[in-house]
């Protein structure tokens, strides 16, 4: 300007981090141990939107509540450099329910005989921290095949089957025992009978006097040859 002398002095421009959004993806799930757990950093993946990948030296990781039973927790991270500094998220991650093996007892059971017997789960296999079945809120229902509600119906080996178990913090996956049902005894009486001397046996009066031991509605008829 032809009035002024001018002298410049310069200023300082700051760059102040911006606000991003977070992002946040493969979230690991940790299995119920009986203990209170927390999710670590390498056991997520941080992301701003738009933006890329944070590496974890990047950013401060809080988790809000240790988790012990199954059920949903938070954490809390807070970028700590670069240009999004300050910028913060929560994500959710899960304790999810540990398996249970349940194997069903082998049991025998007789042709005819009551098929109102009770079946067992033999073991259990899996628990953790000193946990047993007594941490079950609903039992197994465990059912075999071949038997018509009151007898068992065919002679032979078959599946013993559970299902249904349920509990806080476990799943429970199943092996089949096996039903063994063998067969029924009967006493067979010959009815008396005599032959002449010199004639043909076939032709004696023999046969079939008593059956005893015969179930399920059986009959000598039925039976066919014995």
């Not at 310069?10 to 757990?37: H, M, N, R």
């Not at 032709?203 to 000598?220: A, K, P, Y």
């Amino acid at each position: 300007h032809n009035d002024y002398a001018v002298t410049t002095v310069d200023g300082e421009l700051k760059v102040l981090p911006a606000t991003g959004e977070l992002e946040f993806a493969d979230i690991a799930e940790l299995v119920y141990s009986g203990s209170v757990q927390t999710i670590a950093k390498d056991q997520v993946k941080v992301s701003i939107k738009n933006v890329g990948i944070v590496d974890e030296d990047n950013f401060e990781f809080t988790v809000n509540e240790g988790g012990k039973n199954v059920g949903q927790y938070s954490a809390t991270v807070v970028i700590l450099t670069g240009n999004y500094a300050g910028t913060t998220g929560t994500f959710n991650w899960n304790v999810v329910q540990k398996e249970v093996k349940v194997t069903v007892a082998d049991a025998t059971a007789v042709y005819g005989t009551d098929a109102g017997m009770t079946f067992d789960i033999a073991k259990y296999e899996g628990f953790v921290d000193g946990e047993d079945e007594s941490v079950i809120t609903k039992q197994a229902t465990i059912t075999a095949p071949n038997a018509d509600g009151k007898t068992f119906r065919t002679v032979g080996t078959y599946a013993i089957t559970a299902e249904g178990i349920e509990a806080q913090n476990y799943y429970f996956t199943y092996t089949a025992g096996t039903l063994t049902i063998t067969k029924a005894s009967i006493t067979v009486t010959a009815k008396d009978h005599s032959v002449e001397y010199g004639h043909d046996e076939a032709n004696s009066n023999n046969g079939i006097e008593v059956v005893e031991g015969l179930v399920n509605g059986d009959t000598i008829e039925s039976l066919g040859e014995i």
